[in-house]
């Protein structure tokens, strides 16, 4: 359960809110009781989750744009402050995987673009929520990482690297607001089993893939009064360490 210096009604912002753990968190966060705003690409798709959810016209707000986009990102962030006045959490879960293609035959654009989803859009969002986390004195920001950061694979050099370079950035984010109050940790995984495979068809493939729920219940830890002690972490949930 996430304290949210002391809110009763903490405010949540999760990007990348319609990808299967983006729907699972805003589930397990809107039971905590937190007011959220979901951030996505479609605005039909975010106002069936919310649907889906049955969330109160006053305990959400959507958050339509390319988080790329320094201006996008900081209006969206305004969007949530104009309808809650705060966040107390950033849970950063935009998705978007490019590979299959060997590192000689890789064309700029699609570093560009992975660059673009994985560090443009965490740069633009930490720098937007920071300054009002180290106001209040509390705060929490999430991010989902890859394995691959640390066990690099063939052809997928684009990927890692932008993931890699997200890494770092929130791991020194995370240094550099020691004694604020705020947090800022990584979940790293493989593969998220939104089918749930692992159980129904167990692999050798999907034995170090990660569940929602299990996602989720490593974020809620996180953003726990409980999980305080921790930042700057990055927590494997692939079996693998």
């Not at 996505?40 to 798709?45: E, I």
């Not at 069936?48 to 744009?65: I, N, T």
């Not at 694979?153 to 020691?178: F, G, N």
């Not at 004694?179 to 749930?196: C, K, M, P, W, Y």
Request: glycine share 10%; hydrophobic share 50%; proline share 4%.
């Amino acid at each position: 359960m996430i304290d949210g210096s002391s809110a009763t009604q903490p405010v949540v912002l999760i990007t990348g809110a319609t990808g299967s753990a983006g729907r699972a968190a805003a589930a397990a966060f809107a039971r905590d009781g937190a007011r959220l705003g979901l951030a996505g690409m479609d605005q039909g798709r975010l106002s069936a989750l919310a649907a889906d959810l049955r969330l109160a016209d006053d305990a959400w707000v959507p958050v339509v744009g390319d988080l790329r986009d320094e201006a996008v990102a900081a209006a969206a962030v305004e969007t949530v402050l104009d309808r809650f006045e705060r966040v107390d959490v950033l849970l950063h879960l935009v998705g978007g995987w490019t590979g299959g293609t060997a590192l000689a035959d890789l064309d700029s654009a699609t570093l560009d673009d992975m660059l673009g989803r994985h560090v443009w859009s965490t740069f633009n969002m930490t720098r937007a929520v920071i300054p009002g986390m180290i106001e209040r004195g509390w705060g929490r920001i999430v991010a989902i990482t890859s394995s691959t950061t640390a066990r690099p694979v063939p052809r997928a050099s684009a990927y890692a690297a932008a993931k890699a370079a997200q890494e770092a950035m929130l791991r020194t984010l995370a240094r550099e607001v020691v004694g604020a109050g705020v947090t800022v940790n990584l979940i790293s995984v493989l593969t998220i089993d939104a089918a749930r495979e692992r159980e129904s068809a167990p692999s050798a493939k999907n034995a170090t893939w990660t569940t929602p729920e299990e996602i989720v219940a490593t974020l809620r830890f996180l953003c726990s009064p409980d999980g305080s002690a921790v930042t700057g972490a990055r927590i494997p949930l692939d079996r693998r360490g």
